[in-house]
């Protein structure tokens, strides 16, 4: 079910990749995903800092498949920690991004943040205002802030652009699209901490199975990517709200411009 205004339904995202779930289900990946959440939602709670490297570890790295950005591969999405964004800090000092995703290190490509994640502790409302903060942003607005900063001075035919934000109290994550957010955003729990939260990750039922691959899926390193279409002016993403990848260039063209463009809704 989803619970919050969503920029793609699960509905949807559930039809067009029926095979694929099926092929996960029967491939034994589903056991692999439940037991790295099982683990990670029975540690000991220690805080914002301490937690935050364990999730790039376990989960980014372990789960997802990035990489650090000090390993300098070629066309692999790393993970940059503390990642500085000019003008995103208080009074528009420098902030710096609790980890920042793109293709950082990476020779002769554009070392843009692609995706701003915000970690918060265990529990943190991620909508109320931040208590000891300068502009007492919530963590949604913070994350979607530096998105902002990043972009500025951008004229739109880069061919990659801040795009996606994560934003996290380690056991809710969301996922915001720069141009629906912040209303619209998909969300997964890994463990229901509250009534309005949904049953979790941790279920033994299709239900439970189908959020595992999407939440595996959806924030995996070959999904969370930007890049400039072959035309020049339409941005394809891998999260692949359009998920169809047509043989014919002609039937791209038309696809990308129907699904992507701003009159699109896929709810």
């Not at 990642?83 to 995703?101: C, K, M, S, T, Y």
């Given at each position: 079910m989803d619970r919050n205004p969503g920029f793609v339904s699960r509905s949807f995202l559930r039809s067009l990749w029926a095979r694929d779930y099926e092929a996960w289900r029967a491939s034994g990946e589903d056991e692999a995903c439940l037991e790295v959440l099982r683990t990670w939602s029975e540690r000991a709670d220690r805080g914002e800092v301490r937690d935050g490297g364990a999730l790039v570890a376990n989960?980014?790295?372990?789960?997802?498949g990035y990489v650090?950005?000090?390993?300098?591969?070629?066309?692999?999405?790393?993970i940059d920690q503390q990642?500085?964004?000019?003008?995103?800090?208080?009074?528009?000092?420098?902030?710096?991004?609790?980890?920042?995703?793109g293709w950082f290190g990476s020779p002769g490509t554009a070392s843009t943040m692609q995706v701003a994640c915000e970690?918060?502790?265990?529990?943190?409302?991620l909508d109320a205002p931040q208590r000891g903060r300068a502009d007492s942003r919530s963590p949604v607005e913070q994350a979607l802030n530096y998105l902002s900063a990043a972009r500025r001075g951008m004229v739109g035919n880069e061919p990659v652009r801040?795009?996606?934000?994560?934003?996290?109290d380690m056991n809710v994550f969301r996922l915001y699209w720069y141009d629906r957010a912040p209303a619209q955003y998909l969300s997964f729990n890994i463990t229901q901490r509250s009534l309005l939260q949904d049953p979790g990750l941790l279920g033994d039922d299709d239900g439970s199975a189908f959020e595992r691959f999407l939440f595996k899926r959806l924030f995996s390193a070959?999904?969370?990517?930007?890049?400039?279409?072959?035309?020049g002016d339409k941005y394809l993403n891998n999260v692949r709200v359009n998920g169809i990848i047509p043989a014919d260039g002609v039937d791209e063209a038309y696809l990308l411009g129907v699904l992507n463009g701003r009159v699109a809704d896929w709810v």
């Open positions: 989960l980014f790295v372990g789960l997802w650090d950005t000090g390993s300098r591969r070629s066309a692999v999405t790393t990642h500085p964004v000019a003008g995103a800090g208080p009074r528009g000092r420098r902030g710096a991004v609790d980890a920042a995703l970690f918060k502790q265990l529990g943190c409302d801040p795009t996606w934000a994560i934003v996290t070959e999904a969370m990517r930007v890049c400039l279409d072959d035309v």
